[in-house]
Structures are given as structure tokens and as C-alpha cells.
């Protein structure tokens, strides 16, 4: 009897709590596709401010902890001529420039130099390096010895460049113009 009795009792707690119709689900309100997407682009654009204010911040940091005083310009790029040429040429698109260099990251990882792999050689404006070399050097002129700050979209973008430079990283480049 007092087997039957537990059983009753726990029957009718089970069905008490798991025999009632379930509350309303709250449905959020349906969406359009362009409504969709224009809430996924407004929070792509809004990391990517984010992104690009971290690592303004980062190159700022560099700056002051360097005690360098850098010009900061409209792309991001960050120069500072510690060794200006007394009488060199303006560097403009569609010259050929020598180079040489040092690459390294914001904390002092060094990744390429042309003590290692030799001067570099390019026409500004157009061949294969990095785009905001090609700006950062139309600051310069021949002779300089610079530091440039190179955002990561100006210089290996979001995959890095899948040997030495991390995705996302700004660089540090510094450099003699010849």
C-alpha cells in the first residue's frame, strides 16, 4: 500500500510540472534578407573599427615607449626620418629605389633584412612590395634613414604573410633609401 501510494504521489508531481501546455516561446520578429545583411555588414564594420583603432593604438604605444616623434599620416602609416639626406632627390611613383631594410614587429621581432637577403630594388608605385611601403617611402627622400609604422592593411593584411609576420600585425620598417 505504501508502495502504491509513493508511486501515486510521484505520478502526479511528475505530471504537475511536465503535464501543463509549455509557456508561449517568445519568436524574435522575422527579418528580411537586405535586413540581415545590413545588420551583419553594421557589425563587420564595427569589429573592424575596432581592429583598426587596436592597432592605431598599438603604433602609438611603439611611438612614445620609443620616444620617436613619428608623423602620422592619413593611411595610418607612421614616419620618422632620424637620418635626413642634406641633399636627396623627393621619392615619387615611378622610381627606381634601393633599399636597404629591416622588418620587424611591434614588440622587436625581427623577420627579414637585407643584410640577409640583400638589397631591395623596386619601382615605387608599382612593383611587388608591400603597399604602404610604397606610400611610406614618398615621405622620404634619397638618403634618409627612416622608421616607417606600417598598419597591418598596408602591409600583410589579415593572413599575415604565411611565414614570419603574424596575421593582423602592424610592422616596423626600417630603412635606408638610396
Request: charged share 25%.
Amino acid at each position: 500500500m505504501k508502495k502504491s501510494l509513493l508511486a501515486s504521489a510521484l505520478v502526479i508531481l511528475l505530471c504537475n510540472g511536465s503535464c501543463r501546455e509549455p509557456e508561449p516561446v517568445q519568436k524574435a520578429p522575422e527579418r528580411s534578407l537586405e535586413e540581415n545583411d545590413a545588420i551583419i555588414k553594421d557589425q563587420i564594420v564595427r569589429v573592424n573599427k575596432q581592429l583598426l583603432q587596436k592597432e592605431s593604438d598599438e603604433m602609438d604605444y611603439y611611438a612614445k615607449t620609443h620616444k620617436m616623434p613619428f608623423v602620422k599620416t592619413l593611411s595610418g602609416i607612421r614616419y620618422y626620418v632620424y637620418k635626413p639626406s642634406q641633399k636627396g632627390d623627393s621619392i615619387k611613383d615611378n622610381m627606381t629605389i634601393d633599399m636597404d631594410f629591416e622588418v620587424s614587429l611591434l614588440d622587436g621581432t625581427l623577420c627579414y633584412s637585407s643584410k640577409t637577403e640583400g638589397k631591395r630594388t623596386f619601382v615605387v608605385g608599382h612593383d611587388d612590395v608591400e603597399s604602404g611601403v610604397h606610400a611610406g617611402v614618398k615621405y622620404l627622400k634619397r638618403g634618409d634613414k627612416a622608421i616607417l609604422l606600417i598598419p597591418s592593411a598596408l602591409a600583410h593584411g589579415l593572413l599575415g604573410d604565411m611565414n614570419k609576420i603574424p596575421p593582423q600585425s602592424p610592422i616596423v620598417c626600417d630603412v635606408q633609401i638610396y
